[in-house]
T-cell receptor, first 112, second 114 residues
Framework: GIQVEQSPPDLILQEGANSTLRCNFS?????LQWFHQNPWGQLINLFY???GTKQNGRLSATTVATERYSLLYISSSQTTDSGVYFC??????????????FGKGTHLIIQP | EAGVAQSPRYKIIEKRQSVAFWCNPI?????LYWYQQILGQGPKLLIQ????????DSQLPKDRFSAERLKGVDSTLKIQPAKLEDSAVYLC????????????FGEGSRLTVL
């Protein structure tokens, strides 16, 4: 199956700093999503981005599908940005099986 | 639009007991997934339904786990008998169609097996 690698595994920043999270995947994909898992365990959808660039407020994401990687940018970090960020991908392998495969996540801590 | 609903939120059982989790997907979503998330890891797919049919259950431990989606809407995931290593959060997710579009998760059901 597809392998998903996220880096860095852990990141500690001061409030106001910017950060870049990376996701590498081992095969072509039809679906790529970024999630934020908050301290209560809820997975929050950030971006559905199988290719291209999107922005939502202080967050933006870019996926370069031909080179098999995606980047999540967080600008002007706030303490509420703390949590685990997951990249997840899927490909249509035939037969309709298309469940997302998750990376191990980046654990982000924003200190006040 | 209501999100994916799951219950119970928390469950504590002894090993060898059974447990069931319930999921109600977003209205109109044909595809439903169950994931297992062990502490410190990313979610792992257990089973995928398309309407009321199973599309992928290759990672479901079928000797103890079972799942059904009657009438193509609600779904139930059962574990019998539970083992200590089944302690995890069980997440339900849904998507309107297969392969394209966003997948949305419920809040999860946290299982502790003692």
């Amino acid at each position: 199956g597809i392998q998903v690698e996220q880096s860095p595994p852990d990141l500690i920043l001061q409030e106001g700093a910017n950060s870049t999270l990376r996701c590498n995947f081992s095969d072509s994909v039809n679906n790529l999503q970024w999630f934020h898992q908050n301290p209560w365990g809820q997975l929050i959808n950030l971006f559905y981005i199988p290719s291209g660039t999107k922005q939502n407020g202080r967050l933006s994401a870019t996926t370069v599908a031909t080179e098999r990687y995606s980047l999540l940018y967080i600008s002007s970090s706030q303490t509420t940005d703390s949590g685990v960020y997951f990249c997840a991908v899927a490909r249509d392998s035939g037969g309709g099986a298309d469940g997302l495969t998750f990376g191990k996540g980046t654990h982000l801590i924003i200190q006040p | 639009e209501a999100g994916v609903a799951q219950s119970p939120r928390y469950k504590i059982i002894e090993k060898r007991q059974s447990v069931a989790f319930w999921c109600n997907p977003i209205s109109g979503h044909a595809t439903l997934y169950w994931y297992q998330q062990i502490l410190g890891q990313g979610p792992k797919l257990l089973i995928q339904f398309q309407n009321n049919g199973v599309v992928d259950d290759s990672q479901l431990p079928k000797d103890r786990f079972s799942a059904e989606r009657l009438k193509g809407v609600d779904s139930t995931l059962k574990i019998q008998p539970a083992k200590l290593e089944d302690s995890a959060v069980y997440l339900c997710a849904s998507r309107r169609y297969s392969i394209t579009g966003e997948l949305f998760f419920g809040e999860g059901s946290r299982l502790t097996v003692l």
